[in-house]
Structure formats: structure tokens, C-alpha cells
């Protein structure tokens, strides 16, 4: 999916991409570091993070990071220092947005669901509040990124609805097509366990040097929370810690 337009913001300079412990020199760095810009969008966006209007940088110094209002969602979801901690590296850059965007399109189209589990082919009309916060080690090109989404319905019913359409739409689908401006990745997806309250799954990028995002569902009472754990190595467990984390913070 491409970055919202106008990508990257004028102030925020681009970092030198990193090549992971363990990954191969790429003979055209340049090429190399939209390749995996293109990979971790495409990650993040899978998760229905990065598209729509809304979408707000919420990068603070590390003495002036506003607190969030308890009892709301914001302050269900773990902070900024509490992901890099479950992750085991330093999260700095923050994106969030307080409505589902819009289905994206791939191919084959019955694989919106996978492709996009926190868009509205999941989060439909209904939902009383909405927050999806992602935070990723660098503000462009990453090697981790860590995304929270929270959909508050008015009751459990309606709450046990949308995550049945989020396992039956993960559940159907073995892989599918994203395109973005440049170009198109192919993703590849497994579940793992399912239960009536808890689903995860894994999604993997086709040829992305072992770039995967590792995702953790929950039905909560009224809630239908999710997370996704994207990098180039097992996240899997990191994911279910921080959705079990974020399920002990919400009612019901």
C-alpha cells in the first residue's frame, strides 16, 4: 500500500538505512532501501494503519510524551517504551488514526480480509471507537514495527460478529497480491491457533528476505483488539504478549 500522500513529511529527514545482523550486503543500497520501505508499508498496512485521512505522526521527546486519559483506548493500548521492551529494541516513531480506513484491494478480492484485518472489511460500520497506533524503530525505513488496533462496539454481539469475519476472512485465504505505486509483493498467510475469543496468524512477505508480520487477535468482551509484530525474525511471541497485555487493560 503507498504511504499517505506527500510521503515522508518535508521536516522529518530520511535515516540511513541498516542492513540487519545477519542480512547480505545489497549491491544497490538505494534500491535496497526502497525495497524494504515499500516491505515495512506494506506490512503496516496489512494491519490498516497507514492509509486514510487521519493519519498523524506522534513523535515527542522522551520527557514530553503527553499521557494518555485513562479509560480511554489510548490508554489500553501499551505505550511506546512498554512495546520496545516485549520487542527488545527501541521503538521511536508513533502513527495513529481513530477510524478504519477503507478496504484495500488485492487479488484474489476474497482475500481483503487477510490483507487488510483492520480495515472496514473487518472494522465495519458500527463501532463506537476506534485506535490504531503503530510504532516502528525508525520514522522511514525500519526493521521493526509494532501496530495496535482497538475497535469498541456496542456490545458483545456486535463484538463477536466482526471478529468472526476477521477469522473466517484469515482463514480462507492462503495468499494474495498488494500493489502499491511501485510495485506489487505477493503475501503469504498461515494461521496458527484459533479459538472462539483468540486468533493468530502469520503473514509473510513472498521473496522479502524474511520479512513477515507476526499477528495476535482477541475478542474482549465488546472489544475486538488486535496486533501485529512485523520484522525480519520470529515475532510470534512477542505479539501474543503484547495482545494478552493489551486484553488485561480492557473491560468486559
Partial sequence: MSPPGGWPPPSMATPTPRTPPGWPTPPDPAAARRRRKRRLWLGAAAVGVVVAVGVGWLVWPESGRPKPVPGTVQANVLSQEEVSKVVGTTLTAETGISEPPPALIVDPTTCEVAAGPATQSVYAAGWTVFWSVTAQD??????????????VYPDREKAGAVFRTLAEG????????????????????KVGTETSDALSWTATQ???????CYREARLKGNTVLQVAVCQAGDGQASAAKIADQVAGRVGG
Wanted: glycine letters at 10%.
Fill in 206 to 212: 513472498d521473496a522479502g528476505e524474511g520479512w513477515a
Fill in 170 to 189: 484469515v482463514g480462507k485465504c492462503k495468499w494474495a497480491m498488494r500493489s502499491d505505486d511501485e510495485d506489487s509483493t505477493k503475501w503469504n498467510y
Fill in 138 to 151: 525508525m520514522d522511514d525505513v525500519a526493521d521493526h514495527a509494532v501496530t495496535q488496533v482497538l475497535g
